[in-house]
């Protein structure tokens, strides 16, 4: 398929790289002209000057991929693109924008025959290698028309064992339902993922306090963290994505001396709280995940030194200065 990309960033560049090599036909656009430059030495990629530029180089019915930051930019892209584009063509947003943001932009579209597509994207700056989970909001048949571009970066079926009868879930991408529920999934995802930071960063602070001075002296352990982290990823219920990142991070410095600790939270965690709210579902440890963050920004711990790796492990986050 032919599909266009505007945002080429950390992630938005990979998605470019891992679609170009599955043979789709990619024209990108990014404010930085180095980026844009960067990937049209591929093949398969062919750079655009100017989002004029880049609709005139698609054949209709065009399909345009933003990878932008959620907020102002996603929205001032969106509305030119709305000017640009025909009747029949589809705006894909791909990055983390707020679920009721999509709906507003789907009606808005739809006034003008135009069709939006939400994806919630995970897969971080290895989505390349690993290839991207995506969840999927938007209507039937333009997702339908969009899922070999969805089949190329999702992980295909050899990225986990499958459970019998699922559909295709177990490549790695599902079309979750309408307009928005694409980004409402990808969000409570950014939420639970919040918890089970925050769950193996507090473990292993108590593992590293076992040889505090204010302990006793005949009850103090010196724990070699690196390893057992690295134990736990062999065989262990805790075993996963994120303590694989820890045991890389402890291998490199297990006093993680290059972290501050100031823990940014990046919008999804205090969406999931606020629909939490809305329905009156309790989130005591999602909660409290948030707030940690909130926390570190004023007295950080080698907890949110091991989350800050984290971060950094999955997305390329760095960390916020400390105010």
Same mark, same amino acid.
């Given at each position: 398929?032919?599909?266009?990309?505007?945002?080429?960033?950390?992630?938005?560049?990979?998605?470019?790289?891992?679609?170009?090599?599955?043979?789709?036909?990619?024209?990108?656009?990014?404010?930085?002209?180095?980026?844009?430059? *960067?990937?049209?030495?591929?093949?398969?990629?062919?750079?655009?000057?100017?989002?004029?530029?880049?609709? !005139?180089?698609?054949?209709?019915?065009?399909?345009?991929?933003?990878?932008?930051?959620?907020?102002?930019?996603?929205?001032?892209?969106? *509305?030119?693109?709305?000017?640009?584009?025909?009747?029949?063509?589809?705006?894909?947003?791909?990055?983390?924008?707020?679920?009721?943001?999509?709906?507003?932009?789907?009606?808005?579209?739809?006034?003008?025959?135009?069709?939006?597509? =939400?994806?919630?994207?995970?897969?971080?700056?290895?989505?390349?290698?690993?290839?991207?989970?995506?969840?999927?909001?938007?209507?039937?048949?333009?997702? !339908?028309?969009?899922?070999?571009?969805?089949?190329?970066?999702?992980?295909?079926?050899?990225?986990?064992?499958?459970?019998?009868?699922?559909?295709?879930?177990?490549?790695?991408?599902?079309?979750?339902?309408?307009?928005?529920?694409?980004?409402?999934?990808?969000?409570?995802?950014?939420?639970?993922?919040?918890?089970?930071?925050? !769950?193996?960063?507090?473990?292993? =602070?108590?593992?590293?306090?076992?040889?505090?001075?204010?302990?006793?002296? =005949?009850?103090?352990?010196?724990?070699?963290?690196?390893?057992?982290?690295?134990?736990?990823?062999?065989?262990?219920?805790?075993?996963?994505?994120?303590?694989?990142?820890? *045991?890389?991070?402890?291998?490199?410095?297990?006093?993680?001396?290059?972290?501050?600790?100031?823990?940014?939270?990046?919008?999804?965690?205090?969406?999931?709280?606020?629909?939490?709210?809305?329905?009156?579902?309790? *989130?005591?440890?999602?909660?409290? !995940?948030?707030?940690?963050?909130?926390?570190?920004?004023?007295?950080?711990?080698?907890?949110?030194?091991?989350?800050?790796?984290?971060?950094?492990?999955?997305?390329?986050?760095?960390?916020?200065?400390?105010?």
């Amino acid at each position: 398929m032919q599909i266009a990309v505007v945002g080429l960033g950390r992630m938005g560049g990979n998605i470019v790289r891992r679609l170009a090599n599955a043979g789709h036909n990619c024209v990108v656009f990014d404010r930085q002209a180095a980026a844009v430059a *960067a990937l049209t030495q591929d093949s398969g990629v062919a750079g655009a000057r100017s989002l004029d530029d880049l609709v !005139a180089r698609l054949a209709p019915p065009r399909a345009v991929w933003l990878m932008l930051p959620a907020g102002t930019v996603t929205e001032e892209t969106v *509305a030119a693109l709305a000017e640009r584009l025909s009747a029949g063509d589809v705006i894909i947003d791909g990055g983390n924008s707020f679920w009721q943001d999509d709906l507003r932009r789907a009606r808005s579209l739809a006034g003008k025959s135009l069709h939006y597509v =939400d994806v919630g994207t995970s897969g971080g700056i290895w989505g390349l290698e690993r290839g991207f989970c995506l969840m999927i909001g938007g209507e039937n048949q333009v997702v !339908a028309r969009l899922e070999p571009i969805f089949a190329a970066l999702a992980p295909g079926r050899e990225g986990a064992a499958s459970s019998p009868g699922r559909s295709t879930a177990e490549s790695g991408y599902l079309h979750v339902g309408g307009n928005g529920a694409g980004h409402f999934v990808k969000m409570v995802h950014n939420g639970i993922e919040y918890g089970l930071m925050q !769950a193996y960063a507090e473990g292993f =602070d108590i593992l590293k306090n076992a040889a505090s001075e204010g302990l006793p002296q =005949d009850r103090r352990l010196s724990l070699k963290l690196g390893e057992i982290a690295e134990v736990w990823r062999h065989g262990s219920v805790v075993s996963s994505w994120l303590l694989d990142l820890i *045991a890389a991070a402890l291998a490199q410095d297990e006093e993680l001396a290059g972290f501050e600790g100031i823990v940014a939270d990046s919008g999804e965690g205090r969406w999931t709280i606020a629909a939490a709210i809305d329905e009156a579902v309790p *989130a005591t440890v999602l909660s409290a !995940a948030l707030y940690a963050r909130f926390r570190s920004r004023q007295q950080a711990s080698f907890a949110d030194k091991l989350l800050s790796a984290m971060r950094r492990g999955f997305g390329g986050h760095v960390e916020p200065k400390a105010e």
